[in-house]
């Protein structure tokens, strides 16, 4: 063990198989991510991980943060890019220490740094988690938008971005002029056809610039969509705890998980890609069925259980999930509302996935804040909760209790629990949405409903989508745990 005991690549001789493959040879750097979050070291770096030890290859990862926040990079790289993962599940504790990460950098400060790695012909894959507001989306039209602040800087100042469509416009520009293979970009974002999505983002941004290089990007490069799931949570002190008991030595950084992980990938890596495929991952033709399936199965019921039990005044997930009538609310909307919406290959069994995600909600030992996926709902509700309430709308279908979930976003907002506990919005809209949220049902969907980043005016107009919201919304009146018991299961 080192003097300091602190993790870092000389010390991993001291630990034992179990936490660390024996054989490793450290890899080039070949993949660049942006939004280096807990998502990611406990997901497509633990996939690549796995990969380069099945089946070698240069996969390194260089993570970039975004937010202008230097103290992940320098935790991270004072650890040499080490981390453990510290899976939590009812078997007990597993920690695997990761090696894939080479770098961390930080945007705006190591800027030259990161455009000197998108430029390197061995970083054949950007991947990105930058979770729904990274991709500056106009919501009517799935373009960029052009009125985002950081996207009118960006177009100002193309060759200094600060934003995500900024910055692969001008890298993947800068790979065209000097001849090169572009990388391909790889989405890990929870959005509806994710790399269709972001294809869009990224060249009606490049067209605002030249209508050239967006016709190349357009013809040129890769952006396969992906399904990513995991549950992982923010790292507390147990964590670190955890990690110190298994490693022997300071972890500033671990990351908490499930033990659960998917990830089903659309094969299309012009420039090649790890061997995913060796350890798990579902390489696809279309990844679709999956991605629809996991956002309106698993995030949909995420996003209902967190603003329902931010109301109610339950922390956890599986304290949530415990509640007998509101795990029973969660199974039937799955059940009754999801599932039937969904159209996926035979071999697919809704009604098993949803036990399996009920049983992942009740895992204990993962204490999942309610507040953290309350986090970011204007982002999040449409995707999530929007796609099947139009489609059963447009069927003639009953939408209760999709209508308590979105109904239970909008009294969240009001920035307090039903026993008057007061909480912070975290939102990009937030100021926007928090400025007026009457007390008055009628009042409070009408100004719900006018958020056209929200809700689409088509869909705010339907007289059969605002009746069961007031219905909603007046019975939170009552208190959520009240409405849970009457919506029910
Ligand atoms: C969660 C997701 O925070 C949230 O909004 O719904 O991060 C969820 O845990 C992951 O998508 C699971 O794969």
């Known amino acids: 063990?080192?003097?300091?005991?602190?993790?870092?690549?000389?010390?991993?001789?001291?630990?034992?198989?179990?936490?660390?493959?024996?054989?490793?040879?450290?890899?080039?750097?070949?993949?660049?991510?942006?939004?280096?979050?807990?998502?990611?070291?406990?997901?497509?770096?633990?996939?690549?991980?796995?990969?380069?030890?099945?089946?070698?290859g240069e996969w390194g990862i260089c993570g970039v943060t975004l937010q202008g926040d230097v103290s992940k990079r320098d935790a991270l790289m004072a650890q040499d890019g080490l981390y453990s993962v510290v899976e939590r599940g009812p078997e007990g504790v597993r920690v695997t220490a990761i090696r894939a990460l080479k770098e961390v950098i930080a945007m705006p400060h190591d800027r030259t740094r990161l455009f000197e790695l998108l430029a390197d012909i061995n970083v054949r894959i950007v991947s990105l988690t930058v979770t729904e507001k990274g991709y500056c989306r106009d919501p009517q039209t799935g373009d960029v938008e052009l009125h985002h602040p950081g996207i009118e800087n960006d177009l100002a100042h193309p060759d200094e971005p600060s934003t995500v469509p900024g910055i692969l416009t001008a890298a993947l520009r800068r790979r065209r002029d000097a001849g090169a293979p572009p990388f391909t970009v790889l989405s890990c974002d929870n959005l509806s056809h994710n790399g269709a999505a972001l294809k869009k983002v990224v060249c009606s941004f490049a067209r605002a610039l030249s209508?050239?290089?967006?016709?190349?990007?357009?013809?040129?490069?890769?952006?396969?969509?992906?399904?990513?799931?995991?549950?992982?949570?923010?790292?507390?002190?147990?964590?670190?705890?955890?990690?110190?008991?298994?490693?022997?030595?300071?972890?500033?950084?671990?990351?908490?998980?499930?033990?659960?992980?998917?990830?089903?990938?659309?094969?299309?890596?012009?420039?090649?890609?790890?061997?995913?495929?060796?350890?798990?991952?579902?390489?696809?033709?279309?990844?679709?069925?999956?991605?629809?399936?996991?956002?309106?199965?698993?995030?949909?019921?995420?996003?209902?259980l967190a603003y329902l039990s931010m109301l109610a005044g339950f922390e956890t997930i599986d304290e949530a999930i415990a509640h007998p009538q509101l795990k029973a609310l969660i199974h039937a909307t799955m059940t009754h509302e999801i599932a039937p919406t969904l159209d996926v290959p035979a071999s697919f069994d809704l009604l098993a996935y949803r036990d399996a995600l009920l049983a992942r909600y009740a895992n204990s030992a993962l204490k999942h804040r309610t507040a953290q996926i309350a986090m970011d709902g204007s982002q999040k509700i449409p995707p999530r909760l929007l796609g099947t309430i139009e489609a059963r709308l447009n069927a003639g279908q009953s939408i209760d209790r999709l209508a308590l979930a979105v109904a239970a976003w909008f009294v969240f907002l009001r920035g307090h629990a039903d026993?008057?506990?007061?909480?912070?919005?975290?939102?990009?809209?937030?100021?926007?949405l928090t400025a007026s949220v009457p007390t008055e049902p009628e009042l409070l969907i009408d100004t719900m409903l006018a958020v056209k980043e929200v809700f689409p005016p088509v869909l705010a107009r339907r007289e059969d989508f605002r009746r069961p919201l007031l219905d909603a919304v007046k019975l939170l009146q009552g208190g959520a745990r009240q409405a849970i018991e009457t919506v029910g299961g």
């Open 1 to 56: 063990m080192n003097a300091k005991s602190t993790l870092c690549r000389a010390a991993l001789t001291s630990l034992t198989n179990h936490v660390l493959s024996p054989t490793w040879r450290d890899p080039a750097i070949g993949i660049v991510h942006l939004g280096i979050g807990n998502f990611h070291r406990a997901h497509e770096a633990v996939y690549t991980e796995e990969a380069m030890l099945a089946a070698g």
């Open 211 to 304: 209508d050239d290089l967006a016709t190349w990007i357009e013809t040129q490069v890769a952006f396969p969509s992906t399904m990513v799931d995991r549950i992982v949570p923010a790292t507390t002190d147990a964590d670190r705890d955890a990690a110190r008991a298994a490693l022997g030595m300071d972890d500033a950084a671990p990351v908490p998980c499930e033990p659960f992980r998917q990830w089903v990938i659309e094969d299309h890596f012009p420039m090649g890609r790890p061997a995913w495929e060796r350890v798990g991952a579902q390489l696809v033709d279309d990844v679709m069925p999956f991605e629809l399936a996991k956002l309106r199965m698993l995030n949909a019921t995420h996003s209902t």
């Open 419 to 432: 026993d008057g506990t007061r909480y912070e919005i975290s939102d990009p809209l937030a100021a926007r």
